[in-house]
């Protein structure tokens, strides 16, 4: 799968089969999960892996009775060592860039799981002190969301996504961005590194050649918003 795929494909997943998740797999979600940037590469995560049904409940209490917190196979807590923030880069590091660290983590972790066939969801609403408690965290140590793992019992939701034109200005704020782009039917997209839309691309013009000549030739903008719903 490439990492458009992984990107466009991963969806929160909250349903789970009972079907255990090998070490060996969330080893390798792990490992990725260290190649995540972080600020002058402080690295300041702290995963915590839990398939224990007792602590797996109580996190589901913490985390505002979420109840597919305890169903998951997997509860991976992703954590932040706030010390080693505060340390290179003083309250903003500790407030701020922690959050942004294990964030990147996650979704590389998302990313991950979504390639290797895993289903998770990102958990960040909790009472961090229950979790804390749970999970006898040293006081340096802030949970930042748990990562619940599995393998799907069923497709999440696509939720449709705002189309990035209304979210995007050039040079200041107000001032629209225009991509105008286009798609036209057997044209392959000279940049390389579209290589992998290609394929969509091709599919979706075929279905309009079709369709009949007459149809309009969607923009790229267009077809980006159609692969998105
Ligand atoms: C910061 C943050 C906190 C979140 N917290 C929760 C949560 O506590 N429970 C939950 O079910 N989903 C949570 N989510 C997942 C979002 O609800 C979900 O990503 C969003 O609805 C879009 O759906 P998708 O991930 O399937 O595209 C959180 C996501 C983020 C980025």
């Known amino acids: 799968m490439h990492v458009f795929e992984a990107v466009m494909n991963r969806l929160a997943v ?21 190649f995540a940037n972080t600020p002058g590469n402080a690295q300041e995560w702290i995963f915590i892996v839990s398939r224990d049904l007792e602590i797996k409940t109580k996190l589901a209490k913490a985390a505002l009775n979420q109840e597919w917190v305890k169903d998951a196979p997997v509860d991976i807590v992703l954590c932040a060592d706030i010390r080693k923030s505060a340390l290179k880069f003083g309250e903003r590091g500790e407030r701020l860039y922690a959050i942004e660290s294990i964030s990147s983590a996650a979704m590389v972790m998302m990313l991950a799981a979504t390639e290797l066939g895993l289903g998770t969801s990102w958990v960040a609403a909790i009472d961090e002190e229950k979790v804390k408690d749970i999970l006898n965290l040293p006081e340096n140590v802030r949970p930042i969301g748990i990562l619940t793992v599995g393998y799907p019992v069923e497709e999440g939701e696509k939720f ?3 189309d990035f034109e209304n979210l995007t200005y050039v ?26 839309l290609n394929k969509y691309v091709e599919k979706y013009a075929e279905e309009i050649k079709k369709r009949g000549k007459k149809r309009k030739i969607p923009t790229f903008e267009e077809f980006l918003r159609k692969l998105s719903k």
């Open 171 to 196: 040079d200041r704020y107000g001032k629209k961005y225009d991509i105008s782009y286009s798609l036209q039917p057997g044209t392959k997209y000279d940049y390389q590194l579209f290589e992998p």
């Open 160 to 162: 449709k996504r705002i």
């Open 14 to 34: 909250r349903r789970y089969e009972k079907k255990d998740v090998e070490d060996r797999i969330i080893g390798v979600m792990l490992h990725l999960a260290t």
